[in-house]
């Protein structure tokens, strides 16, 4: 038998929504305000689902899956400006929207956890209005 668990974390980092290889009118145009490089500050809710066999009564150990999520979620953008602290959104890397985090987390999560535990979905959310989503199915 396959279960689910669900585990929530939040952090607060800073955004914007600039391209490097577009003038400023061109940002402006596209993104407003958004491109502003001081950027503006979420508070993301980060929701990690993981699928496994029942083993014990449980998909993972709780303890370690929220281990994971401090050292690849947390700590590495709690307070942070996500495209001047995180390669994956830098000058070169990609806009740093709800779905490309969700994206960067399946990345950093998908190698660490133990065998036997897939990674389903990761859901990021930057307001009650906005999120995005990675699916291992697609």
């Known amino acids: 038998m396959t279960a689910a668990l669900v585990r929530t974390v939040r952090f607060e980092a800073r955004h914007h929504l600039r391209r490097p290889d577009w003038s400023d009118a061109e940002n402006w145009a596209a993104f407003g305000p958004l491109s502003d490089p001081a950027g503006h500050a979420h508070d993301y809710r980060c929701v990690v689902t993981v699928e ?14 929220d281990r994971l999520l401090e050292e690849e979620v947390r700590a590495p953008m709690d307070g942070r400006h996500l495209n001047v602290e995180l390669p994956a959104f830098g000058p070169l890397g990609t806009l740093p929207t709800c779905e490309a985090i969700a994206g960067e987390v399946a990345v950093r999560l998908l190698p660490r956890l133990p065998a036997g535990v897939q990674l389903a979905k990761v859901h990021i959310a930057e307001d009650e209005t906005l999120a995005g989503e990675w699916n291992a199915e697609g």
């Open 52 to 65: 496994g066999p029942l083993d014990h009564g449980m998909v993972m150990d709780l303890t370690l899956l």
